[in-house]
Every structure is written in C-alpha cells, then in structure tokens.
C-alpha cells in the first residue's frame, strides 16, 4: 500500500505531466520530428527527377556544402549577421536607456510603440523597404537633394540588406537591454561622477560592465536570426548578396537539391548551437 507521503508525490508528479505534457508534445512534433528529418535528408541521395531525397546514403551534401566555393556566402552571412547586431546595439542602447530611466509612467507605452512593426507581417515589412530604397522611392530623393542619390537606388546592395536586417531584428536587442538598464543600479552613475570619473569613464567602467548580460543577450536574439535570414537577402538584395539562408531556400526552391540544402541547414544550425553555447551562460541572467 502507498502512504499519504507516495500518494502526494504521484499527484504531482501527474499534476507536473500534465502541465508540461502539451508543450513537450509540441516541441516533439514541430521541432524535433522535422530536425529529424532534415538531418535524414542531409545524408540521402539527390533525386533529380523528383526533387527529393532518396536512397543510399552519402556525405556528398557535406562535402559539397563545406566546399571553399561556398566560403565567400558563408563570410558574407557572417559579416552582415555581425554588423546587424552592431548596428542594432548601437541603436537600440540610447532607446532602452531612455525608458528605463526617464520613460516614467509612460514606459509601456514606449515599450508597446517598440513593439508595433510585430503587427505587421516581416515579409509585408521587407517590401516596403524595397519600395523605399527603389530608385524612384523616397530614400533615393532625399539622398539625391544632396549628391548621394543611385541611379537604381540602394537596392541591391549590401547596404539594402544590412538596413532590412536592422529594422526587423531591432526590437529584439532593445526589450533585454531594457531589462538590464531596468536592473542596473543607477546610483553607481552617481557614485562614480563623485569618485572624480567622468562620463566616458563612468559609460566603459560602470554602466557598460552593468548592462552587460543584456548586450549578450540581445546579441545573440540578433545574430542567430539574422545568419538564418533568407527573406531581407533575396528581397533587398542579388545575387551578390546571397547568404547561407537564401542559398538553402534555393536548393530547396528552384535547385530541386533537397540534399545540399538540408546539410547546410544543419551546418548553420551546429554554428548557432555553438554561438549559443559559448555565450548563452553569460546572457542566461537577463533571459
């Protein structure tokens, strides 16, 4: 027989199940069965008749995606995956400390004006950004009224794709510096003016090693989402912009190489689970 001890325990236990049995079902289905097969996929033949992967298995799709043609793509995804964290750092860091600090009673509605490109789908969000930066469109205008004005506008162009990729990864850097400007302690500012350090001094000794684990964090919100992105680079940019992202969106589109674009899949994976290992402890605190 079970005493009241066992029966407590068992009820729990059933309690805890069926609280986290829905999303464990979830990530089942819609993540790990479809990694599943994607990473079957990257060791199968390629089906040139029928655009799918077969039988036997091979290491041909990894051997061709780490081939050094495809090295230039993978640098490219790299740097605008990192200048798109910077940018968006840059942006988002002023913004997140003006809410925290003087955003007062008004903090959520500046918090919600934030997040109000969400509303709106991404893709209905890149376009407008090709109208702007089209050669007739408004960007283009403005520049030209100075002299820096394109004849085909800034479509196109590695410029193009890095602006697409700030605008909608933005939000993502500026809600987990505002939980860091939200935590950090603003009497160490105070503190460190009447030590004799000035602003520049206070901002790299104080405020930067402060807000710290939210820099991480929202780094890391940016760049796995940008290197992944395919959607910016085929729309802003051409065939000079490609990344790792749009290329597997072509071996699965037009190349008909489900293979190939499978193992790159996997490859870009492994980079982000590395990206997320090597700083995921330091960005833990703050997500």
């Known amino acids: 027989m079970t005493g009241p001890r066992s029966r407590r325990g068992i009820a729990r236990g059933l309690a805890t199940a069926g609280q986290l049995g829905p999303a464990a079902l979830w990530l089942v289905l819609f993540l790990l069965v479809p990694l599943a097969l994607v990473v079957q996929f990257s060791f199968a033949t390629r089906d040139t008749g029928a655009a799918r992967a077969v039988l036997p298995w091979t290491t041909l799709p990894y051997r ?84 820096l004005g394109r004849a085909g506008g800034y479509l196109l162009t590695d410029t193009a794709v890095v602006l697409g990729l700030t605008y909608g990864f933005l939000p993502f850097m500026v809600l987990p510096l505002y939980v860091a400007c939200v935590r950090f302690d603003h009497q160490l500012v105070e503190a460190s003016y009447d030590l004799g350090h000035g602003r520049l001094g206070t901002f790299f ?50 190349g008909n190489n489900w293979p190939l674009g499978s193992a790159m899949a996997v490859l870009l994976l492994i980079l982000v689970v590395v990206a997320l290992l090597a700083r995921g402890r330091r960005g833990e605190d703050v997500l």
């Open 205 to 254: 000794r104080v405020v930067l090693p402060g807000v710290l684990p939210g820099i991480l964090a929202g780094a890391l919100l940016v760049l796995v989402p940008a290197a992944g992105d395919f959607v910016t680079p085929s729309l802003l940019g051409g065939v000079d912009q490609s990344t790792f992202g749009s290329v597997v969106d072509d071996q699965f589109g037009g």
């Open 64 to 147: 061709t995606a780490l081939d050094p043609a495809f090295l230039p793509i993978f640098w490219r995804t790299l740097v605008y995956a990192t200048v798109t964290t910077a940018a968006c750092l840059v942006l988002a860091f002023p913004l997140a400390w003006f809410i925290a600090r003087h955003g007062g009673r008004f903090r959520t509605v500046l918090l919600a004006l934030v997040l109000i490109p969400f509303w709106a789908s991404y893709l209905a969000r890149v376009y407008a950004w090709k109208a702007l930066l089209d050669g007739d469109g408004p960007i283009n205008r403005l520049l030209d009224l100075v002299g």
